[in-house]
């Protein structure tokens, strides 16, 4: 099992990226995905999520509007699509998979590591003020 992400870079103030996260070793379609993200020094924070079947979304509330989470399932891969990035997005992009497929994603504000069946190191998003 394995999730790899990409698409972090340093943006300004406004700016927009595209993450993604490639999966592979599992049955993509089956499961719900995550991202979540780790500023410099500070905790886990969840940011949305995507269920396996129905596709509905779910947004943490600072980035409702400004991110979209989608998947392609064809492909088993990922996408965060970031829009209006500001300083206090700046953090480690981490996509991660529920620990059973089937199940409904994990939507916790302040969720842990064991929350998840698995994660991927990340990618680096730095947006300059």
């Known amino acids: 099992v394995r999730l790899v992400e990409s698409g972090g870079k340093l943006v300004q103030t406004g700016g927009s990226l595209r993450l993604s996260c490639e999966a592979s070793?599992?049955?993509?379609?089956?499961?719900?995905m995550s991202w979540v993200r780790q500023p410099l020094g500070g905790d886990l924070e969840w940011v949305a999520s995507i269920s396996a079947g129905d596709g509905n979304t779910f947004y943490l509330d600072s980035v409702k509007g400004r991110f979209t989470i989608s998947r392609d399932n064809a492909n088993n891969t990922l996408y965060l699509q970031m829009n209006s990035l500001k300083p206090e997005d700046a953090a480690v992009y981490h996509c991660?998979?529920?620990?059973?497929?089937?199940?409904?994603?994990?939507?916790?504000?302040?969720?842990?590591?064991?929350?998840?069946?698995?994660w991927g190191r990340g990618t680096q998003v730095t947006v300059s003020s």
């Open positions: 991660a998979r529920t620990k059973r497929p089937r199940t409904p994603p994990v939507v916790t504000i302040t969720p842990s590591w064991m929350d998840f069946g698995t």
């Open positions: 070793g599992f049955t993509f379609s089956d499961y719900a």
